[in-house]
Nanobody
Framework: QVQLVESGGGLVQAGGSLRLSCVASGNIFSRISLNTMGAWYRQAPGKQRELVAD???????SYADSVKGRFTISRDNAKNTVYLQMNSLKPEDTGVYYCRAGQYGQHWGQGTQVTVSS
């Protein structure tokens, strides 16, 4: 059973930075043959969960328009970890951030809260 554990959330003032980490069990990133993708989603109160950024097994990345130029997704296969560096945070970035991974994105983490105060 693959588990994803997120960390790095917290309370930050607008304009600040946070780095989220998602550590996967089962060596799903270091085992290159698994073609594991990684992604970060977020869910604000009263809103649907939305894709923030994703990264393919070969390192290609894509971002939601709302975070382009501010957020960076990366992966360290040896550490089985996906990161989300968040800079210039805005109050509208507030929400629970979830990690997703797997060849088909079939694994989800439990989420980590990010709160940006104005």
């Amino acid at each position: 059973q693959v588990q994803l554990v997120e960390s790095g959330g917290g309370l930050v003032q607008a304009g600040g930075s946070l780095r989220l980490s998602c550590v996967a069990s089962g060596n799903i990133f270091s085992r290159i043959s698994l073609n594991t993708m990684g992604a970060w989603y977020r869910q604000a109160p009263g809103k649907q969960r939305e894709l923030v950024a994703d990264i393919t097994s070969d390192g290609s990345t894509s971002y939601a328009d709302s975070v382009k130029g501010r957020f960076t997704i990366s992966r360290d296969n040896a550490k089985n970890t996906v990161y989300l560096q968040m800079n210039s945070l805005k109050p509208e970035d507030t929400g629970v951030y979830y990690c997703r991974a797997g060849q088909y994105g079939q694994h989800w983490g439990q989420g980590t809260q990010v709160t940006v105060s104005s």
